[in-house]
């Protein structure tokens, strides 16, 4: 299994170019880097298919996604409402990108929490489930884990 696994490896360093002696930081900061610059093309109307036959039979060209508009009273509305917790989600994909959401908006990417604070932000969480999505989305480079005499915290990367 372990021979499988290295042979893996090096055929994917080898589809990036990438020489095989890189550390984990080292091909998460590529694959972060390599994200940023699809994401550039993408903008500019540049898409890389992995399989066009499944992914764009048609061979059309790919829409451009463009940002969601938003009234100018949606933030007095919000201010007006008490804020409610909202609630845990029940699939594993809806929770990641709550609480990744949690770090990166209004402003609170700054903030470090520990992984009770990230559990009282909503209702019905279980504190172990929120412990692996944080070490989940850490391990992906989304969240910075670090140790501090109150605990392990958390912080946007």
């Known amino acids: 299994l372990k021979q499988i696994h290295d042979e893996l490896d090096a055929a994917v360093f080898d589809a990036y170019g990438w020489p095989h002696d890189l550390t984990d930081e080292q091909i ?5 880097a390599l994200n940023a610059q699809r994401a550039e093309e993408e903008k500019r109307g540049i898409i890389r298919w992995l399989r066009p036959e499944f992914q764009n039979p048609a061979g059309t060209v790919a829409p451009v996604q463009t940002q969601m508009e938003v009234e100018d009273d949606a933030p007095a509305l919000a201010a007006s409402k008490p804020k409610e917790l909202p609630s845990w989600p029940k699939e594993l994909r ?10 990166t908006t209004d402003g609170r990417g700054a903030k470090s929490w520990t992984t009770e604070e990230v559990a009282r932000a909503f209702r019905g969480s279980r504190r172990s489930d929120v412990a ?5 989305l850490s391990s992906l480079g989304i969240l910075l884990a670090f140790d501090t005499p109150k605990g392990r915290q958390w912080r946007a990367a």
Do not use: G, K, M, T
């Open 28 to 32: 998460l900061e590529r694959l972060v």
């Open 94 to 103: 809806d929770q990641v990108a709550a609480v990744r959401d949690l770090f």
């Open 132 to 136: 692996s999505v944080l070490d989940a």
